[in-house]
C-alpha cells in the first residue's frame, strides 16, 4: 500500500491515542482518521473523526445545552454585547492594556474596585490618559494598605469610595478583595470579574494570581485576568465552547490549555491547530502550550478544572 494514497484510516485504540495520532499527525499531514475509543469497558467505541492537519474535526456526542459559552471579545475590547454585568478589579502593577479599552472597561463596570497599590497605578492612568474626561468614581479600595500613597489616599477621598482593610496576611490583597466583594457580586447578581493584571515577569505573583482563580472561579462567578499580553481564566469541569475573535486567528496567536496544580484527564478539544481526544493533561507529561487555532471555534471538554490562557499581543511569532 502507498501511504500517499491513503485518505482515510479506521484505527481502533484504547491505548495512548493521542501518542498515536501525532505519530500520524507527523507523518500523514493531511490523512483522515475514524478513531474508535473506548473510555472504558462499560462504554462503546465511539466514533471520533480527525483530520491531522488539525480542521474540522467533528466529536459526535457533545450536547450543546450543557456547554458554557465563553465570548472573549467582550473582555478584550470592553464592548460587551449583552449587559455589562461585571465587576472591574485593578491590581497593583501599571496598566499597559490600550487605554481605550481600560477606560470602556472601567466605564460600563457595575462595580470598579482598586487593590492598594493598584489606586496609584488608577491615579496616574487618569492623570496621563483621562485628562479631559470624567471617570467614575472607585467604589471600594481595599488591601492591607502597604502600597496606597497618602497622595493617592488624598485624590480619591470622595464619599462614593469606601476602603475597606483587608489585613489578613495568609491571603493576597487581590483574593481578599474578591472574598470582600462576594456578598454584593451576589446581591447585585454580578458573576463576572475583570481583574486588569500586569506583572514584570515575577512568577509568583503570576502562580499567586492563578492560586485566586482556583480559589474563586465557579459556577456563578467568572474571574478573567486581562493584560497587555494575554487573557485567562479558568475552565471548570464540563464542556466549553469558546468564539475566538477573527483577529486573533488571523495573527496566528497562541493559547494554551495547562492543569494547573493536578492532573486533567479526559481533555478533547476541537478547532485548535492540535487537538486532543479523550486525552490526560499533566505536569511531567503533556501541557498543551504555544497551541493556536484551526477555527472561530474552540470546543473543550474537560473531567478537571482547566487554565485557558490566550495570546492577545499585535506582534505575536
Ligand atoms: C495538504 O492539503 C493542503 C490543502 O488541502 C495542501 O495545500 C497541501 O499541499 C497538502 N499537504 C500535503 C503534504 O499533501
Ligand atoms: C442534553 O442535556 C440536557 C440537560 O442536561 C438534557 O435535558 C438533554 O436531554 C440532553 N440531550 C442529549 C441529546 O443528550
Ligand atoms: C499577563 O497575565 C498572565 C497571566 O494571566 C501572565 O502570565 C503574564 O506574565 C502577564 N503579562 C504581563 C505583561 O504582565
Redesign the pocket.
Known amino acids: 500500500m502507498k501511504w500517499a494514497t491513503l485518505k482515510l484510516l479506521i484505527l481502533q485504540i484504547t491505548w495512548k491515542p493521542v501518542a498515536v495520532l501525532q505519530i500520524f499527525t507527523r507523518e500523514f499531514p493531511n490523512i483522515s482518521c475514524i478513531v474508535l475509543q473506548r473510555i472504558s469497558q462499560y462504554h462503546n467505541y465511539t466514533p471520533i473523526l480527525m483530520h491531522t492537519n488539525g480542521e474540522s474535526t467533528t466529536y459526535n456526542t457533545r450536547n450543546d445545552s450543557e456547554t458554557c459559552l465563553w465570548h472573549p471579545s467582550e473582555v478584550i475590547t470592553g464592548c460587551h454585547a449583552t449587559r455589562n454585568d461585571y465587576a472591574c478589579l485593578v491590581l497593583n502593577?501599571n496598566l499597559?492594556v490600550p487605554a481605550q479599552t481600560v477606560k470602556e472597561i472601567w466605564q460600563k463596570a457595575q462595580i470598579r474596585c482598586l487593590v492598594d497599590g493598584g489606586a496609584n497605578h488608577w491615579r496616574n492612568f487618569l492623570s496621563k490618559h483621562c485628562q479631559n474626561e470624567i471617570m467614575k468614581h472607585p467604589e471600594y479600595i481595599t488591601g492591607d494598605f502597604d502600597s496606597i500613597t497618602e497622595e493617592t489616599r488624598n485624590h480619591f477621598s470622595a464619599p462614593e469610595t469606601k476602603y475597606q482593610h483587608t489585613p489578613l496576611q495568609d491571603e493576597t490583597d487581590f483574593t481578599k478583595a474578591i472574598r470582600f466583594l462576594l456578598p454584593e457580586l451576589g446581591k447585585r447578581n454580578i458573576h463576572k470579574v475583570i481583574v486588569l493584571?500586569?506583572?514584570?515577569?515575577r512568577l509568583d505573583q503570576?502562580m499567586a494570581?492563578?492560586n485566586t482563580l482556583f480559589k474563586l472561579q465557579s459556577e456563578r462567578l467568572n474571574i478573567y485576568?486581562l493584560?497587555?499580553?494575554?487573557l485567562?481564566w479558568l475552565l471548570l469541569p464540563g464542556r466549553h465552547k469558546i468564539k475566538i475573535p477573527r483577529e486573533l486567528i488571523d495573527c496566528g496567536q497562541w493559547c494554551a490549555l495547562m492543569p494547573i496544580g493536578s492532573r486533567a484527564n479526559m481533555v478533547t478539544t476541537t478547532g485548535l491547530k492540535w487537538n486532543l481526544v479523550r486525552a490526560p493533561l499533566e505536569f511531567g507529561y503533556m501541557v498543551s502550550t504555544s497551541n493556536t487555532y484551526a477555527s472561530d471555534e474552540v470546543y473543550v471538554e474537560t473531567e478537571s478544572r482547566l487554565l485557558w490562557?490566550m495570546g492577545l499581543e499585535k506582534n505575536a511569532e
Request: glycine share 6%; with cysteine; hydrophobic share 20%.
Open positions: 502593577r499597559h493584571q500586569e506583572n514584570s515577569g503570576i494570581n492563578i485576568l493584560n497587555s499580553s494575554c485567562s490562557s
